[in-house]
Nanobody
Framework: VQLQASGGGLAQVGDSLRLSCLGS????????IGWFRQAPGKEREFVAA????????YIGDAAKGRFTISRDFAKNTVPLQMNSLEPEDSARYYC?????????????????WGQGTQVTVSS
């Protein structure tokens, strides 16, 4: 599975950004896809995940009420809509694929990772 995250950039507090994870390969279609983030000096943090059939969605504590994950089967993408951005959301955001199970709320479930996209939120 190959993954490419995009859509990051510089935002102001309260702004919205829409990240996208573009996947390739048959296994991408069969994979649970997760979004994670990591800020300098901090551990990688789970953001959100969605199963291959989009029937199950996992949302991390930091994302609840503000971020939405979805799946575009036609475009082979998994968008992450981020609203009401805060400075604490500044991090590098990664998408990852788990082609083996529906479990998705921890990095240990994922075997394939993209390069990430940087999000910076200024106050």
């Amino acid at each position: 599975v190959q993954l490419q995250a995009s859509g990051g950039g510089l935002a102001q507090v309260g702004d919205s950004l829409r990240l996208s994870c573009l996947g390739s390969g048959r296994d991408f279609v069969l994979s649970t896809i997760g979004w994670f983030r990591q800020a300098p000096g901090k551990e990688r943090e789970f953001v959100a995940a969605i199963t291959s059939d989009a029937e199950k969605i996992y949302i991390g504590d930091a994302a609840k009420g503000r971020f939405t994950i979805s799946r575009d089967f036609a475009k082979n993408t998994v968008p992450l809509q981020m609203n009401s951005l805060e400075p604490e959301d500044s991090a590098r955001y990664y998408c990852a694929a788990n082609p083996y199970s529906e479990f998705g709320d921890h990095s240990r479930y994922y075997d394939f990772w993209g390069q990430g996209t940087q999000v910076t939120v200024s106050s």
